[in-house]
Each structure stands twice: as structure tokens, then as C-alpha cells.
């Protein structure tokens, strides 16, 4: 399987301070996807690395990718209590839809 | 645009009984996925369809669920009779034409089987 992991399953921090979220997956991927869900709401799309790509950033968010270990990371600095919610990263492989992991959850404390 | 719609938002209902849920895509998205969201298992990827035709219904997990996609801006999820253990999130998405865009969720419908 394809499905992303990611690792540690829960985190609390206090406001101010990094985050950082790991993926790591099993086969050969086109591009990997994060998103966020916040509590009672769908998933939404925070950014896309495509599999050529090493790291790429979006504001506060930091994505990188290492394909030889096939892994990847999201780092959201200057973390805010908004910031608090379900994190996911979704694989893409082929003519398959997006494989989601089983989610970071992300405790901000004020 | 008003982004991905689902109806209902809540839905309680008795076993045995049947129910229907059901989707608006984003205008001119291709793809259309059905997930489901349990503390359990995490999230289901149950159906997708591309350009209205189902591709794959392999998570669908048992014959008591069908999904249909009658037109480009509507679909179904019917489970009939609903059971306790379909108790879950369901949530839909739309993408654009290719299998590893961006989806974009809908805020999901929360079932509740008595």
C-alpha cells in the first residue's frame, strides 16, 4: 500500500513555538499533498510537492520531500491556537485517486 | 463559488431504515470521491467516479451501500437498510480532471444509526 503515515500521531505545543509533522509512505509517488481538518469540518488543502521537488514553502508552512526515504515533513512555524486541527498527508501514484494517512493531531495551547 | 455542498449536515435515523446522502460538486470538477471518517479506521476512501461514471467501488463495504452520479452536479450515497456500525462522517469531494489533484472537501454529514 501506498498510504502515507504520519508520525507522532498527536503533538501539543504552546503558541509561538514550531511544529513540525512526519509522512513517510511505501511506494513510488507522483506528488504528496497536506491538508487540514479542522474539528467537525471536511479536509482542506493546504499544498502539493510534486515528486521532483525537495521542499517548498506556503506562509507559515514549510514542506519537504525526501524521496529516497520516502518521507516527508511539514513544519508550521510561529505556531497560532487557529493552527490547532487534524493534520493529513495524501499520496498520489498512477491512475489512483489520493491516499490519505491517518493524521497528525495538532494541539496549540495559548 | 460555494465550494463542495452535502446534505444533510446531521442525520439520526433507526436501524434498518434507509438513508440518502447526498453531494453538489464544484462546477466543472471531473472527479467526485465519497469518503467516510471513523475514529476507528480513519478515513475511507468508499467510491469515486470521473466524468459521472463509477471507477471504482471497492471500499464500498458491503452491498447494503450504492452511489449514483446521475449529472455532472449531483450524487448520491444510499445505504439501505442502515446499520449501528455505519455510524460515521461522511464526507464528499470534487477534483479536477487527473487522479492526484487538489480535492476539495464538502463539510461532510454526520450519521447517526440508533
Known amino acids: 500500500s501506498q498510504q502515507g503515515e504520519e508520525d507522532p500521531q498527536a503533538l501539543s505545543i504552546q503558541e509561538g513555538e514550531n511544529a513540525t509533522m512526519n509522512c513517510s509512505y511505501k511506494?513510488?509517488?507522483?506528488?504528496l499533498q497536506w491538508y487540514r481538518q479542522n474539528s467537525g469540518r471536511g479536509l482542506v488543502h493546504l499544498i502539493l510537492i510534486r515528486s521532483n521537488e525537495r521542499e517548498k514553502h506556503s506562509g507559515r508552512l514549510r514542506v519537504t520531500l525526501d524521496t529516497s526515504k520516502k518521507s516527508s515533513s511539514l513544519l508550521i512555524t510561529a505556531s497560532r491556537a487557529a493552527d490547532t486541527a487534524s493534520y493529513f498527508c495524501?499520496?498520489?501514484?498512477?491512475?489512483?485517486?489520493?491516499?490519505f494517512g491517518k493524521g497528525t493531531r495538532l494541539s496549540v495551547i495559548a | 463559488d460555494a465550494g463542495v455542498i452535502q446534505s444533510p449536515r446531521h442525520e439520526v435515523t433507526e436501524m434498518g431504515q434507509e438513508v440518502t446522502l447526498r453531494c453538489k460538486p464544484i462546477s466543472g470538477h471531473n472527479s467526485l470521491f465519497w469518503y467516510r471518517q471513523t475514529m476507528m479506521r480513519g478515513l475511507e476512501l468508499l467510491i469515486y467516479?470521473?466524468?459521472?461514471?463509477?471507477?471504482?467501488d471497492s471500499g464500498m463495504p458491503e452491498d447494503r451501500f450504492s452511489a449514483k452520479m446521475p449529472n455532472a452536479s449531483f450524487s448520491t450515497l444510499k445505504i439501505q437498510p442502515s446499520e449501528p456500525r455505519d455510524s460515521a462522517v461522511y464526507f464528499c469531494a470534487s477534483g479536477g480532471y487527473g487522479w492526484g489533484n487538489e480535492q476539495f472537501f464538502g463539510p461532510g454529514t454526520r450519521l447517526t444509526v440508533l
Open positions: 495524501a499520496t498520489s501514484a498512477g491512475n489512483t485517486p489520493l491516499v
Open positions: 467516479f470521473n466524468n459521472n461514471v463509477p471507477i471504482d
Open positions: 511506494t513510488s509517488i507522483n506528488n
